[in-house]
């Protein structure tokens, strides 16, 4: 099967993967797709299997990258996803290699990649990446993990910003949720699902959008596509917290 690459050219006619039958999430996935067409003048790249399936990976320079992370000369990994019928054929594998091959063709030092301790939600499979070659360099107290794979053995390791050191945010009462146009689910969850949640709940609620690269590049949390935060402590990446029959459920296991 071919893979395609989206450009400024084709992306109005192409899909992006994610939320392409979800009718409700429509505003939030062309959000997504405004986001990207920015990114591609920062060398940004999404590349998918040319099918109407979830089979992609997201990369650019880690310079650029919507996270708080220091990794200079690097590719940084994006969203990375194999579903449903398409898993176990090799096409993570396939991806990655040509992110690996652009990279050391770019005289980049390796990629690196933003995990959690265990398989977070919205985020790539840590122990997948762990086998395929990356190594873990840096790490925070909510349990994300930084992770590389280094072409060439340095002491400069990429390592996370300040702003995540903690583990906390910044704000110690009640739901305060960060998000970005990176992902096609999350503007229409928080506006609309978390705002119901927290007021059935009578819980406080702030939702801060990561609208430039800057803001983006100080946020407390790696993951910067959507992390969810209850008096000050991280709770989790699943956006699908913000719906008023999950959010118990979630919240409550931890």
Not at 64 to 73: D, G, H, S
Not at 228 to 241: A, P
Request: aromatic share 12%; charged share 25%; with cysteine.
């Amino acid at each position: 099967m071919a893979y395609i690459t989206l450009t400024k050219k084709n992306i109005d006619s192409e899909h992006i993967c994610c939320a392409f039958s979800d009718k409700k999430c429509s505003d939030s996935y062309q959000m997504k797709k405004q986001w990207l067409a920015k990114e591609f003048d920062n060398g940004y790249v999404f590349r998918r299997l040319n099918e109407r399936a979830k089979v992609f990976i997201e990369y650019g320079p880690a310079e650029k990258a919507w996270v708080p992370v220091m990794a200079p000369n690097y590719l940084m990994l994006g969203c990375f996803w194999v579903s449903g019928k398409y898993k176990k054929q090799g096409h993570g594998k396939e991806l990655l290699n040509e992110v690996i091959e652009t990279a050391q063709n770019q005289g980049k030092d390796g990629l690196v990649a933003v995990v959690g301790a265990t398989k977070f939600h919205f985020m790539s499979d840590t122990k997948w990446l762990l086998k395929q070659g990356f190594e873990l360099c840096d790490s925070n107290p909510a349990g994300f993990r930084l992770i590389s794979m280094d072409f060439n053995k340095t002491d400069k390791r990429p390592f996370f910003n300040d702003s995540v050191r903690s583990g906390e945010c910044p704000d110690k009462n009640g739901i305060v949720a960060y998000y970005s146009n990176r992902c096609p689910f999350s503007e229409y969850h928080v506006r609309e699902s978390l705002v119901e949640t927290s007021g059935k709940r009578n819980l406080q609620l702030k939702a801060i959008k990561l609208g430039t690269m800057k803001e983006a590049h100080s946020a407390p949390t790696p993951a910067t596509i959507f992390s969810l935060f209850l008096d000050g402590k991280f709770i989790t990446t699943d956006v699908s917290v913000c719906m008023d029959s999950r959010f118990d459920k979630i919240v409550g296991k931890l």
